[in-house]
């Protein structure tokens, strides 16, 4: 049989690969045994191509490999045989302080002994495990963003010489007859004949090294208890998965729509339903009765859900007495310092499932598939939407490129050809089948995407369509180019009427200069500049800084935000220095706020009654005889609107009439306005003449909404979700005139004209000096606001730990400058 075993030769080649194949490089170290045989510790190429991004893997999961992979099996750790079960492994345990490592591997390697803690599993193809499927959960889970929270995992070589003594030592430990030591001196029997899958072509022995899971309980909730010959079919029988096949809603199922009950059932559910995807996929034939799990709290936090790891305990006979948490499916001995702290954060304590055995699947000339073989995938009927759309967009990349999936997943993840493709329960047999039984049942209504505890909690409406298309790719020089929309040789203007390829050329040329590591995500404006944060009201009257324009807004790095605020102000203002923009951000980001210019000071202080004033000049100014001046506005009447204008204006009436109604609001005319530049260039808005007790009080703008700009970045959530995350983050306070309206298959943001009171209609000479002071005060403004994100607070710490944060951020935009000046 053909194996495949990476050399280090190999692994500088994969390295290269990595950059045009859509894989992130192999990562090697290599150690000495006493004898002086070459050990090699690797993690393979990532499979990140069909996604939108390499994030899939996080940065926890690329920590932990590079501790994997920093164990030195004779120097930092100690190794014990692994004595119970049925799969022999070598444990990597820890030595406490005040021991030696020689002392923990004589007199310690018992498992009744406190002083062995294992803190990783070293295991080969032999018995039911193999390699492959050790190593392959772990980046398909991945690959299905983290499903089973999978430990993590790396291939390593170890001295053959070495690892046949922890053999020797396993069998002095182990009572004779027992099963354990059988599969031992199968091991023994390996050294000898060298198979190829345990045996490197040069002499090497290798397998795969996986992070010990601790403190977990067994899941017998999810497994059952009974025969170990039955125990798929006792698995169909228990109530999660019985949940998971139900055609009732996730209410029926929970009897309640309570939160504290309906989050901890929606958690179990989308455990078993990927659990089911995922051991499909791999032909996994030993997981019911290996189900593990843990407790977390969930809550939500500006939008996004949080998550933190709770000390709680399961409730047994010895401790029932001290039960204090008992909601829907969750019993524990909760900590009482947690369950106050849960209380002011409203979070609901849940069991996360773990599955930390995962290495007795793949293999084609031993696996049934025992999740094929009770129809686990055929039955399911509820499914997390990003589960779904995940495992679609791979499946369809793989697919589409069989031959490079091949190459990976035998020459990476060291499958054989027929465990990749020939037979039924192959991987390619295994992922058509999940592909074709899904694809079915959600094109037939049969499947319910309802398990995605985020979009709950923050009642997301996005919409989840049963055709996935393949997640964007690299995208084309040329591709990128076609989004720049020329609106004259105003560079200011320029810039803000191309939101769109900002992002995506910071999407493909971003980490030409900053580190991938600075580009944590968060809440960010899309299209920040000069007029786009001004003063606005809250509901009750008063005057606050807020987003004027939030419609290409959304979820990407912070970072770009602020570069593309800079990029804005700099080709505004040529003499604008990059330094003190970037030291105004990051004493915001610091907490450190910039006094307000006098001028917004005089601005945010304006009283209702004059903004009314202000208003009504407005108004004055653009209405002849209670009508809209239309020649004045440049503005169409209703008379002449296409057909399709008119169908729309007329729905997003209708669809706003309640708020309207509550507000006291008449429509008495009607205009029709379409900007000739900035990021809504092109797009309908269409105004509202209101007036209020027979008096005219107000217009009121519905701008057309589309594709955000961000989503050139990413993908992001509808509008609705996106639009209050921003107000979340960048105005809290918004008055309630300032909302999303969806009608006629369109969002649109309805907002009062003449809004604000800082005055931008200066004269050219006045409007640079406001400029220089307003532009730095933003950027301080920015770093406040971003502030307020847990993502924000880690990006200030990568900036302090990178002296070269301004050179590099003046390159990326002196780098975007540069691009669009050849245009």
Known sequence: MKRWILSLISLSALSVQ????????????????????????????????????????????????????????????????????????????????????????????????????????????????????????????????????????????????????????????????????????????????????????????????????????????????????????????????????????????????????????????????????????????????????????YWLENGVLKTEKSEAQKVTRQNQSRQNYNVGIVQAVVPESELAAAKGKQAFLVKEMVLKDNDCGVNVNMRSN?????????????????????????????????????????????????????????????????????????????????????????????????????????????????????????????????????????????????????????????????????????ESGRRQLMVADVDDGGRAPLILDFVRMMTIFKVADLDFKYRPMFEAYVEGLQGKAHEIPEDVQEALATTKTEMKEARLKYIEKNTTNGKFNHERLESKPVSKMTAAQKSELQAVLAQSAGIFQSKGWKAVDYALRVNDSGSSMGLERYWVLVEVNGKLDQVIEFKKMTKPAVEFYQDQLDAAGRIDEIRMVYGEKMSSDFQVVSAAGQDFWMRPRRANAVDLDKSPFDLWAFQKEWGLYLCNWMGQKQRRLENGRELLKLIQKNEAMKDELEALSRAYIAEVETY
């Open 370 to 538: 025992n999740m094929r073989s009770v129809d686990g995938i055929e039955n399911v009927r509820h499914m997390s939407y990003e589960t779904y759309s995940r495992f679609m967009r791979f499946a369809q990349a793989v697919k589409s490129n069989e031959a490079q999936a091949q190459e990976y997943f035998t020459k990476d993840l060291l499958y054989t050809n027929a465990d990749f493709k020939g037979s039924r329960i192959s991987f390619m047999g295994n992922l058509q089948r999940a592909y074709d039984v899904l694809k079915t049942k959600c094109d037939s209504g049969q499947l319910r995407f309802d398990l995605d505890v985020q979009k709950r909690l923050r009642q997301d409406r996005s919409a989840t369509p049963c055709e996935i298309t393949s997640a964007r790719g690299p995208a084309s020089e040329a591709s990128i180019r076609r989004l720049w929309r020329s609106t004259g040789r105003n560079p200011r203007k320029l810039l803000s009427s191309n939101v769109s390829h900002y992002w995506a050329w910071m999407k493909e040329n971003a980490t030409d200069h900053v580190d991938k590591q600075t580009l944590v995500e968060g809440v960010v404006i899309g299209d920040p500049h000069l007029k786009n944060i001004l003063d606005g009201e809250t």
């Open 18 to 297: 990595a950059q045009t194949a859509g894989f992130l490089p192999a990562q090697s170290k290599g150690f000495q045994s006493p004898s002086g045989a070459r050990e090699t510790c690797w993690s393979p190429r990532k499979w990140v191509g069909g996604f939108a991004d390499a994030s899939i893997f996080s940065a926890d999961d690329l920590k932990k490999e590079s501790q994997l992979c920093g164990y030195d099996f004779y120097a930092n750790v100690a190794l014990c045989p692994k004595l119970n079960s049925t799969n022999p492994g070598t444990l990597i345990c820890k030595i406490p302080e005040g021991k030696t490592r020689a002392e923990i591997m004589q007199g310690h390697c018992t498992e009744d002994s406190k002083l062995r803690k294992v803190e990783a599993k070293f295991k080969q193809s032999i018995t039911c495990s193999y390699t492959p499927s050790g190593i392959a959960t772990y980046h398909v889970s991945r690959i299905l963003g983290g499903v089973g929270r999978i430990p993590v995992t790396v291939l390593r070589t170890m001295d053959p010489r070495e690892h046949q003594r922890i053999a020797e030592r396993a069998l002095d430990l182990i009572p004779a007859g027992e099963m354990i030591g059988r599969s031992w001196n199968k091991i023994l029997e390996a050294h000898q004949e060298r198979p190829s899958t345990l045996f490197t072509r040069d002499g090497m022995l290798y397998g795969f090294l996986t992070d010990n899971v601790k403190n977990e309980f067994i899941y017998t909730e999810v497994s059952g208890v009974g025969g170990y010959d039955t125990r798929y079919q006792r698995f169909v029988q228990q109530a999660p998965y019985l949940r998971v096949t139900s055609p009732q809603s996730l209410e029926q199922l929970a009897g309640s729509n309570q939160l504290s009950v309906v989050v901890p059932m929606m958690v179990q559910m989308k455990d078993v339903s990927d659990m089911v995807l995922l051991d499909t996929l791999m032909s996994q034939d030993d997981r019911i009765g290996n189900i593990h799990y843990k407790f977390r709290w």
